[in-house]
């Protein structure tokens, strides 16, 4: 924009003259300079449009008129009396040039604010991080004007070179100062390194968990407050993370349990997060709305145009920046639903997942204790069984020893008969008769009848009386075994009918309780 102006007009007394107004920014005032008609010669009046409105130098003739006048909206610009015949060239010059007094004078406060922070950067010996951020927090407002177009061209560019030198001095010292941070990064990389390392030993030998998961807490909380840069600290991290995840693995599985926990707990902390910057996204808004009612309630009290207009720029700026929020504060609220949906799915599969597990070791349980009984029941069944058999040889042994005896017996009282006989013969040989011979026959054949079975292979009479009670021992002896094992057969079946009966018993008795709770 110009500060200078020239336009032909007329004074008091309707006589032409050549007109020349300039703008004295800092002083806030304009000088109208008037030349009459016989001084504005073609030579002079080219000079006057061509150069001195352009800020060279011209040589005034003698004869001119100077006036002084405040820079006013409400006020016109030309001295009483004075006319021109462009009036909207003045008139817009009038807005434009309180425009650029504004502008002046925000860009002089900026140059203060530059000072003091050139003062602040000279006095620091070493690199200051709230100094740095104070400087980027002044460069941001800078910018901030700068898309508004309230400082010019000239006023950004020596703006941006006074900024750019501070910077590069903080730089400087930042840069000696992270040299130091490096090393002390280095060596306390290090040391946790060497921990971490003693640490994963300890779990590939199969230590107790507890103590290491322990350790473990302690050098995360160490961890956090260490100063190491973000290559080391990053580094770091992954090895301690792996090593707790280690540690977990170990501790609790790593089942399809805890994969969905995780996936819970993954949905859980982007839902916190996105709930945060959705009340950041509300307040940004509340502010852009609070800085619009700001500019509508000063564009009432606009004095000029091209005031008024960068008003009405900045509203629509403002009106823009709120749409393109609220839209985008829209596209959160359906991530959030959403995220709300697969929250609570998770979360319900987990809850079946649970009842599932507690089922299934509820199942486990019962198996192993029936298992351990049937167990303890066949072992009894054995005891007894054996007690039996042992009973029933013990028997079958008693017998054994008992018929040998009486088989002897019987073979002396035969003998016996036999002389006794023998002898009667001797004494009385010729006194037989037909009843005796008819005797003797007799006695002749019962022998033979008798011994149609020999003695050695059935024995005695009296032997064949006793086989008998023979016969009945392993009678009782099989009778016996069988009864045992049907015994034992009946008591499987009857343990694994129960087994069934028990699951469904204590599933339905844990169902119940969990309802309760």
């Known amino acids: 924009m110009r500060t200078k102006i020239v336009l032909w007009g007329n004074d008091e007394n309707q006589e032409k003259i050549l007109i020349g107004v300039q703008l004295l920014v800092d002083e806030v005032k304009v000088k109208v300079f008037t030349f009459p008609f016989e001084l504005a010669t073609e030579e002079f009046t080219n000079a006057m449009m061509k150069e001195w409105r352009n800020d060279k130098e011209v040589v005034f003739p003698e004869g001119y008129q100077e006036f002084t006048r405040e820079l006013s909206l409400s006020e016109s610009l030309l001295p009483e009396g004075i006319t021109v015949e462009r009036e909207d060239v003045v008139q817009r010059a009038q807005t434009e040039w309180q425009f650029i ?12 604010e530059l000072e003091d922070f050139k003062e602040r950067v000279k006095s620091a010996t070493d690199f200051e991080h709230p100094l740095w951020e104070d400087l980027k927090g002044f460069w941001n407002k800078v910018q901030d004007q700068v898309k508004e177009r309230n400082l010019f061209k000239e006023h950004i560019q020596e703006l941006r070179d006074k900024t750019n030198k501070l ?18 990064s280095k060596e306390y990389a290090t040391r946790f390194e060497e921990e971490l390392n003693e640490i994963k030993e300890k779990i590939d030998e199969g230590l107790s968990l507890q103590p290491i998961f322990d350790e473990l807490k302690k050098i995360q909380n160490r961890f956090k407050d260490s100063p190491l840069s973000q290559a080391d600290r990053s580094k770091i991290w ?4 792996g090593l707790f995840k280690s540690v977990k693995d170990k501790r609790y599985g790593g089942g399809s349990n805890t994969r969905g926990k995780n996936a819970f707990e993954r949905l859980q902390r982007r839902y916190e997060g996105l709930l945060q910057a959705i009340q950041k996204m509300e307040r940004s808004i509340s502010r852009d709305k609070q800085d619009l009612n700001f500019e509508n309630q000063r564009i009432a009290e606009t004095q000029g145009q091209l005031e008024a207009q960068i008003r009405q720029a900045k509203i629509q700026m403002i009106e823009e920046r ?11 609220h359906h991530t959030r639903e959403t995220l709300e ?5 998770e979360k319900d599969r987990q809850a079946e997942q649970a009842e599932k597990e507690k089922i299934e070791q509820a199942k486990m349980e019962i198996k192993e204790k029936i298992a351990k009984e049937i167990k303890e029941a066949a072992q009894a069944r054995e005891e007894e069984l054996g007690d039996k058999l042992e009973h029933a ?24 008969d036999n002389d006794t006989a023998k002898e009667n013969r001797d004494l009385d040989p010729a006194g037989e008769d037909p009843n005796a011979k008819s005797d003797k026959s007799t006695s002749s054949e019962s022998p033979k009848s008798a011994g149609d079975t020999p003695p050695a292979a059935g024995g005695s009479p009296d032997q064949k009386e006793k086989e008998p009670p023979k016969e009945s021992l392993f009678e009782s002896l099989s ?22 009966e028990r699951i469904e018993d204590a599933i339905d008795d844990l169902v119940d309780r969990d309802e309760e709770e």
């Open 101 to 112: 007094v504004l502008s002046q004078r925000l860009k002089h406060s900026f140059d203060n």
């Open 167 to 184: 910077f590069d001095e903080m730089k400087k010292k930042r840069r000696a100062m992270d040299e130091v941070f490096e090393k002390k």
């Open 238 to 241: 992954n090895k301690l993370d």
């Open 322 to 332: 709120i749409r393109s929020k609220g839209e985008k504060l829209q596209e959160m």
């Open 341 to 345: 949906q697969r929250m609570a799915k």
């Open 393 to 416: 040889a013990a028997l079958l042994h008693e017998d054994e020893v008992t018929e040998p005896e009486g088989a002897g017996q019987d073979t002396s009282q035969q003998d016996e």
């Open 479 to 500: 009778e016996t075994l069988g009864e045992s094992l049907e015994d034992l057969g009946d008591t499987v079946k009857a343990v694994a009918k129960v087994v069934g």
